[in-house]
Nanobody
Framework: QVQLVESGGGLVQSEGSLRLSCAAS????????MAWFRQAPGKEREFVAA????????YYADSVKDRFTISRDNAKNTVYLQMNSLKPEDTAVYYC?????????????????WGQGTQVTVSS
């Protein structure tokens, strides 16, 4: 099990940028695949991006491809989400998640450990 704490959310204007961070506890962070999900009010939790343990493989939702970049620093036990060209429809609570399931997964039930979330609001 790993404990996750997100940070970096906030209010930004349309076309602006934000960088989210997710700090993980434990010595086995490098063995987990990590992902970001988001949930807007009244909507289901939605996959955003995932990254393998070695950073060599990444996977993005079509809605954020070419705008968002997921990365990780195993030495710092941290995963990042760089968000550029933000749109009002990106407004949501963003969650970090971890799994030891092999392969990059886009379904919430594939992830065992979750952070508390950080709010991202994009104004038009």
């Amino acid at each position: 099990q790993v404990q996750l704490v997100e940070s970096g959310g906030g209010l930004v204007q349309s076309e602006g940028s934000l960088r989210l961070s997710c700090a993980a506890s434990g010595r086995t962070f490098s063995t987990y695949s990590m992902a970001w999900f988001r949930q807007a009010p009244g909507k289901e939790r939605e996959f955003v991006a995932a990254i393998g343990w070695s950073s060599s493989v990444t996977y993005y939702a079509d809605s954020v491809k070419d705008r968002f970049t997921i990365s990780r620093d195993n030495a710092k036990n941290t995963v990042y989400l760089q968000m550029n060209s933000l749109k009002p429809e990106d407004t949501a609570v963003y969650y970090c998640a971890a799994t030891k399931v092999l392969g990059l997964r886009s379904t919430p039930h594939s992830y065992n450990d979750w952070g508390q979330g950080t709010q991202v609001t994009v104004s038009s």
